[in-house]
Structure formats: C-alpha cells, structure tokens
DNA sequence: AATCCCCTATCTAACGTTAGATAATTTAAA
DNA sequence: TTTAAATTATCTAACGTTAGATAGGGGATT
C-alpha cells in the first residue's frame, strides 16, 4: 500500500491522527481545521501550513490509515500461515477497531459518504477497498469464487461494525467472524 | 412501526422526503435548511415553521423512512409466503435502494455518523435497527440461532452496500442476497 | 541568510436560528 | 351574514457562530 513517499513531520503526523479519529467518529463533513487545531495544540491556521487544503487532508488521512492497515494485516504469506489465520488477522484488525475505539473504521465511514465527498478523498477510499479486497483475494488462492467471496466477507465485517457502533453491543463483531469462518468453509 | 401519529402537511412530507436523501447521499451534517429549502422551493426560515430544530427533523425524517421500510417489507405472515420469500423481499428493498437511486441507506448512513449525531437522531437510528431486528428474527421462527442470523443479514446488506456505492458496482448486492440464501440454508 | 513552524488578524461564505411582517385562509361572534 | 379573531404558511432581514482559507509577520534552528 504505497502511494506517497510523503515524509511527514511529527506534527503534521499529528494533525493526521486526529483527523482520521474525528473522521471515523463523525464523518469528514464533521471534521474542522479548529478542532484538529484544539486537539494538536495549534492554532487552526497553523493547520493551514501541513495540509493547505481539507480534501489534501482527507486524502492524506486516508493513505496513512491503509498504510497502517496494510502493515497490521502483513503480507500474505501461505507458507508461513494458513488460510484461516490471514483471515483471523483481518477480522481481529476491524474487532479492534470497534471494540478498542468504539468507532467504525475510516474506509465504513468514507464509503458510506462518498457519494458527497471531494473526489481526492473518495478516490483514496476507492482505492484502499479495491487494496483490501486484492489482499483477500490472494490470500483465498485460486480458489474460483474468491473474487466473490472478497466481496462478502468485506461486506460482512463493515455491516457488523455499523450494526455494533450503533446498537452499542461491540461484541457482535465475534458474529462476522464466525461467518467469515463459515465462509471459507464451502 | 408507529411511532408518531404525526400527520404532516404536504409541504412538510417534501421537506422530509429531499432530507432523506440528503442524508442518503452525504449524511445528517451534509444537510441544510437552506438546500432543504431550495429543493422545495421555499426559504430556509420557512422550514423552521415546518420543523423547529434540525434534530427534530432528522428524528422525523428516519420515523418516516421506517414506517416506509415497514410497509415495503410487509407484515410477516409465513402462511402467505414462504421464509425465503420474505428475506427475499428484505435483500429487493436493499438492492432497490443501491440500484434504483445509487445511495445507501438511511440506517446504514445514520448508523455509521451515530456516535456524533444528536441523540434524538441517533435513538431514532437504533429504534429502526432493533425493528428490523426483530422483522427478520419472527421472519426466521423458531430456530435457536435466530438472532445471530438476524445481525449476520442485516451485516451483509448494510456493509454491501457501502461496497457497491463506494466502488459504483451496485451489482454487488446480489452476492449479498446469495449470502443471505446460505445463511439460511444451514 | 534562509528555512521552518506557528502566530495574529482577517476574509468570505455558510451555518442554524430567531424576530417581525404579510398575505391567505379558516373559525367564531355579532 | 357580515364582521372579527385566530391560524397557517410564507417572506425578508438579521442574529451570533463557525467554516475553510489567506496574508503577513516573528522567532527559532540550520
């Protein structure tokens, strides 16, 4: 997952970090530069500096979060891991999404509004979905419905994460777990 | 699914009816009085008299969606139809949602911003999750696992969509009514 | 000397909301 | 039955607040 060789500095890392918590809480409309300012300690000017334009933000915010993703997913690697525990790895990495944060994960929440977001911004959304499913898909193998099931099990765990935020019952994730594990079963 | 026996003036139902899809397409924070107003052609003043408080719309706004929701769907009566005819009814009204108008849903979009929006509008969002809930729970009888299988749909169609509107594939949501089909089936 | 980072100050546009006025309609009283 | 009162739906105008964004300046560090 890498797009830009942007090095960042420890502040505008920052910036970025609490934007993609405020994103993922309340959406990007819900986002300003004056509560990034308040949360980082700057002032909302200042904020103008790193990121001179909110949907660069976002953009930004969006290549960090699959960066982090795809580091916390690792490579697909058969030899060195099943099948079942690639998957094992996807569906702890959206649990804790919910159940540490109490939020919904920052490609939900994008994808949800994309039809009103900057196109820098949904772009970015695009593109980590189409990542993540590819991710899936290799590590499904040849399997001919693995395109298919990506798809599913990409839709399962966002819709539980949406379920449980809403209804406040993170546990529910354990059920999109089960599920993919009955999904690769056939 | 009576909530209000709120009867509303033709104008107010416009107004209602541009919200819905306002929030559709870009959620609760996206919308305003004023491009409420310019929809139906009146001033942005003029939906205050209409509906005071923006949380007070958006509460009427998803109570309307759900009576709508309720009335798609139908009563659950298995001696009319079958299990599978009555889920299948569920997965056309979603797939309808993402084809007919390429938006999610209410409840999926309302559902994701939950943990920022007013809590008569998030309440309202939880009020429709648990009927729908409860909808495909009497739908699936006796069966022990009845409301796991309950989430584990509803899981399905709402993050599929997500996926379909966010890649412009709207042909997904018929992965997720097979799914669907072999959630039951065991 | 130049670059980096943040500041103050300001701008325009938009936000939800309120006040007060105005027609048009409906209801009640004379 | 005409008149008076009240209600309904809209308007214009403005409120205070917040949005993203810009210009220009001031200390640091290199």
Redesign the interface.
Known sequence: MDDAPTNYSAKAIEILEAAEIRIR???F??VSYRDLAADVGIKAASVHYHFPQKALLGAAVVDRYSDKVAAALGPVDLTQATVEDHLQRLCDCYAAAVQDD???CLG?????????LPEAV?AA??RF??WLLDWIESVLGERADAA?LA??M??????????A???KRPE?MD??A??LK??VA?
Chains 1, 2 share one sequence.
Request: proline content about 0%.
């Open positions: 809480r309340g959406g409309e819900a109490g939020m919904i939900c929440m994008l994808g949800a509004e994309s039809k009103d949904s959304a695009r979905f189409t298919t798809i599913q990409i839709g399962t765990l966002q819709g539980t994460m949406i379920l935020v809403t209804l529910l059920k999109a089960d599920q009955r999904l056939v």
